[in-house]
Structure formats: C-alpha cells, structure tokens
C-alpha cells in the first residue's frame, strides 16, 4: 500500500514561496502520476499541478507561480509555490496513481488534473498566505 507524507507547509506573507514536498512509501513515483490538489474551506477540491515522468500540466491559477516537479531517485514529489496570494490558502494534497493518467484535448495530451483518477492520497498539509 502507497503511503504519501507531505511536509512543507506553513504560514506566509503574500508574495513569499514555499516548497512542499511529498515522499511516497511503499510504492514508487516512477511510471506513476502524481499531483497536487488542495481545498479551502467552502471550497470545491482543485487540481493544482500533475505531472507524468517529465511531463507537466498545472491549474490556471497558479500557472507561472507554481512549479511541479518529482524525484524518482528520492521518491519525492515537490510543489515549488512562488509570489503567494491569499487565494492560494488551503490544505495541499499529494497525490499518485496507478499507472499514467491523462486528459487530452485538441490532439494533445496533458497529465490528469482530476481527482477521480488518483489512487492514493496524503493527510494533507495546511498552506496560510496573509496578505
């Protein structure tokens, strides 16, 4: 059974950065996706950034802002968040599946930003940004 633990998290002023990173246990981060996805409260979840192998895709609200990245050598994912926002305040989660998981459109494929597709989840992490 895969075990994700995050870590990272914490409080921050608007404008700061974080790395959250997430270590997979039990399973590997190779051939895998793996995504990050947080919630606020009131909110719907949100798919932030997914990424299979080299392959990238992230939400629209934090394109430019936040970076994903994974390590499978440490069996780590990373959420690199840069030029936080108060929107951004949430629970992050860390997320794999099994096997790749993808969403295409207009002939392309991207990696999936849908929570139904993921396998395996961590307890989530809390991310505060004060302005």
């Known amino acids: 059974q895969v075990q994700l633990m995050e870590s990272g998290g914490g409080s921050v002023q608007a404008g700061e950065s974080l790395r959250l990173s997430c270590v997979a246990s039990g399973g590997t981060t190779g051939g895998n996706s793996m995504a990050w996805f947080r919630q606020a409260p009131g909110k719907a979840r949100e798919g932030v950034a997914s990424?299979?192998?080299?392959?990238?895709s992230d939400a629209d609200s934090v394109k430019g802002r936040f970076t994903i990245a994974k390590d499978n050598a440490k069996n780590t994912l990373y959420l690199e968040m840069s030029s936080l926002k108060p929107e951004d305040t949430a629970k992050y989660y860390c997320a794999a599946a099994n096997g790749r998981r993808t969403f295409c459109r207009g002939g392309y494929c991207f990696p999936s930003l849908k929570g139904a597709d993921f396998d395996h989840w961590g307890q989530g992490i809390q991310v505060t940004v004060s302005s």
């Open positions: 990424i299979f192998e080299g392959s990238p």
